[in-house]
């Protein structure tokens, strides 16, 4: 994989996809060989997976 250049990341912009959801995240966490996986850690429970960047 490689470098990607820091100017590029500084323009992403997060946005809301949905759907709305409650809560708070405890954790996240990409996948390092596979940049569209990955985890999300709810305070109510559970462990979610994204295999395409998406919840």
Known sequence: MG???PELLSQIRYRCIGPT??????AE????KKP???YFG???GGV???EDSRL
């Open 3 to 5: 470098t990607i250049d």
């Open 42 to 44: 709810a305070c109510a």
């Open 48 to 50: 979610w997976k994204s």
């Open 21 to 26: 959801r409650g809560g708070r995240a405890v």
């Open 36 to 38: 569209s996986v990955f």
């Open 29 to 32: 966490a990409a996948d390092p």
